[in-house]
């Protein structure tokens, strides 16, 4: 864990004597990619668990909306509206992640 949180660290920012420092530090294009990955992984699945059980998959959606009834805001999937899916995932939480780590490395200083 501490491998994955120390290449989350932006390490080129800071003179070599400011370690304590440098370690509250984000690196944004390691945080974008990871939130980005995650993201296309999540996506793919869902499609994926649409596709192969839509009327469940559905159900539990609904449950986790708190009882809304999402049955009546659906369509058939289609492989080109998931891989689309996918990618517009992946495009927005890359740059939700680089935005974020940018804000969080402004407000510690």
Request: hydrophobic share 50%.
């Amino acid at each position: 864990m501490v491998q994955v949180r120390d290449r989350l660290l932006n390490k080129t920012n800071y003179k070599k004597g400011d370690e304590k420092e440098m370690k509250n530090q984000l690196n944004p294009k390691r945080v974008a990619l990871s939130l980005g990955i995650v993201s296309g992984i999540v996506s793919a699945l869902c499609a994926l668990l649409i596709a192969v059980a839509p009327s469940f998959i559905i159900n539990i959606f609904g449950e986790i909306f708190h009882g809304i009834d999402i049955s009546k805001i659906t369509k058939s999937i289609t492989l080109g509206g998931a891989l689309l899916g996918t990618i517009e995932a992946i495009i927005l939480a890359f740059i939700i992640g680089w935005l974020f780590a940018k804000v969080y490395n402004t407000i510690k200083e």
